[in-house]
């Protein structure tokens, strides 16, 4: 073995020993570098005579070239191994489950509300909302519900330490009442500004909150108020439009509506609401499930019209009572626990 293959040997042992690429790097300068031996080597031909520089060129540069492609083997290598640790360090385990992804859907009580929209609108229904943080004034005064009246208590509701711009007080509104007074209100004055008597056709669905607790009460619930007034709008339309609501909604004909005697100050005569199937898991007993009646002549002119020349009724659905009679809930709890569990049926 001459000294060059010696020193292709060692420059192969040492590139093999680097393990990492700066000690590869240190490896090549001792051999290839500025002053490495391979360098030193070609710098000593100049003390040759022509004919062996020639052959000892030729040897120095094989010797070179060898020592090159090591190089750049074991380069290759280290950059291989160094990838591979990245990628076990990365890995990833594609045989984990999966977060997976949430599946939502209607909550029961608005898909209830949402049918019931649907079904009076068919019947020539607006529909309209309005806000929940309301007038004291809206949603009694206005409603023929005298301050300091005891029938105030009947629908004892959350006050709002704040007064409007008109100095009345705020609460949370206990009934959806209210948007009789809003949407006649307007109506009545964009009729007077147009001259012209349309009816009044509007359901007003929302939130409302009462000071009221237990298995069958939730401090928040659901109302869908109804209000039709016309020239000659009577009991008689409000019991076809609500049988018409219950058969559509239930999808039944096999079912009796009965108007219960009662009272409510915006109403003269007022009803409760039962409904009664004749077939099915409820049926046989009477259901209550709305408050009614013929819009008292005082409210009337407090929607800004005359009571002479417009009569009609008014009625406030539970839409929570809905919901549970038509998927069979018996804890009103449960609507508002916000347990996927319960809630998940409904997807
Ligand atoms: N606002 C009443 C309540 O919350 C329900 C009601 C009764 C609404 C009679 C009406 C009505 O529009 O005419 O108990």
Redesign the pocket.
């Known amino acids: 073995m001459n000294d060059l293959d010696t020193l292709v040997k060692a420059a192969q042992a040492d590139f093999a020993a680097a393990r990492q690429g700066a000690a590869l790097e240190d490896a090549k300068a001792r051999f290839l570098g500025k002053s490495g031996r391979v360098t030193e080597l070609l710098k000593g031909l100049g003390a040759l005579a022509p004919e062996q520089k020639k052959a000892r060129g030729a040897e120095i540069n094989q010797a070179k070239a060898a020592i090159e492609a090591a190089l750049q083997a074991r380069r290759e290598q280290l950059a291989e191994a160094e990838l591979e640790l990245q990628l076990q360090a990365e890995a990833l385990d594609v045989t984990l489950p999966g977060r997976g992804r949430g599946v939502g859907g209607l909550h029961p009580v608005s898909r209830t509300i949402e049918r019931i929209e649907a079904i009076f609108a068919s019947m020539g229904f607006d529909v309209a909302e309005g806000p929940e943080i309301e007038t004291d004034w809206m949603s009694f005064t206005a409603l023929n519900n005298p301050e300091n009246h005891p029938a105030r208590s009947?629908?004892d509701t959350f006050y709002v330490d704040v007064k409007d711009a008109q100095g009345r007080w705020l609460c949370l509104r206990?009934?959806?009442?209210p948007m009789?007074v809003r949407y006649a209100q307007a109506h009545a004055k964009a009729n007077a500004a147009a001259h012209t008597t349309p009816e009044i056709r509007v359901i007003a669905p929302g939130r409302?909150y009462r000071v009221d607790s237990d298995a069958t009460h939730s401090p928040m619930f659901h109302?869908i108020?109804?209000?039709w007034l016309g020239a000659n709008v009577s009991f008689k339309d409000l019991k076809v439009v609500f049988a018409s609501l219950v058969r559509a909604f239930f999808e039944t004909d096999d079912f009796d509506v009965r108007f219960r005697p009662s009272f409510?100050p915006?109403?003269e005569p007022?009803a409760e609401i039962d409904i009664r199937f004749g077939s099915g898991p409820l049926a046989g007993r009477w259901l209550e499930v709305?408050?009614?009646?013929q819009?008292h002549p005082q409210v009337v002119r407090n929607f800004g019209l005359d009571p002479e020349q417009q009569i009609g009724?008014?009625?406030?659905i539970g839409a929570d009572r809905f919901a549970m009679l038509r998927y069979g809930i018996d804890d009103l709890r449960l609507m508002f626990d916000g347990d996927l569990r319960f809630l998940s049926q409904f997807r």
């Open positions: 009947m629908q206990p009934h959806t009442s009789q409302v109302q108020e109804g209000l409510f915006f109403t007022s709305a408050g009614s009646g819009v009724f008014a009625f406030g």
